[in-house]
Structures are given as structure tokens and as C-alpha cells.
């Protein structure tokens, strides 16, 4: 009897130690699935981060392209308008020179 006692110990001791070794292997397993979720997630957020200001950047950059042509076609009114006024100026310098 203590032959099967033996036996029956030992085989318990093995099935135990395997359902040990299970449950340990698992544990590590949702422990690592855990930490890679989290560092998939925070790849995720940072990346969002980096297209919400590449966004914000292009929003600004096409601000300020319409500003840039906005100063171009006033830049052009305004040299037309200068170009009427020297014309002005040199007719009526034309006419002071005639005149002495």
C-alpha cells in the first residue's frame, strides 16, 4: 500500500506541477498581451497627436496663403494706382513747363 501511495503522490505531484506551469505560462501571457496592448495604445495616441498638428499646420499654412494673395492683388491695385498718379504728375509737369 505505500508502493501506491508513492505512486499516487508522485503522479500528483506531476499533474500539479504542469497545472502550475499552465496557470504561470498564462498569467506571463495576459501580463505581456497587457503591456503590448498599452504600447499599441500609446503609439495610437501619439500618432493621432502628430496628424492633429499636421492638421493645424496645413489649416495655417492655407491661412496664409490666402493672406499672401490677398497682399499680391493689392499690391497690384496699388501699383496701378501709382501708375495713374505719375502719369497724372508728369502731365501736369508737362503743363508747368509749357507755360515758364
Do not use: P
Amino acid at each position: 500500500m505505500s508502493e501506491n501511495a508513492l505512486v499516487f503522490i508522485s503522479v500528483l505531484g506531476t499533474i500539479s506541477s504542469v497545472v502550475f506551469a499552465y496557470l504561470a505560462f498564462s498569467r506571463g501571457k495576459r501580463r505581456d498581451d497587457t503591456k503590448s496592448g498599452e504600447h499599441s495604445g500609446t503609439i495610437l495616441t501619439e500618432i493621432g497627436y502628430i496628424k492633429t498638428g499636421i492638421d493645424d499646420i496645413r489649416k495655417k499654412q492655407e491661412q496664409e496663403d490666402q493672406r499672401h494673395l490677398e497682399v499680391v492683388s493689392r499690391l497690384v491695385a496699388v501699383e496701378s494706382s501709382v501708375k495713374q498718379a505719375q502719369r497724372r504728375l508728369d502731365a501736369i509737369d508737362g503743363q508747368c513747363e509749357r507755360r515758364d
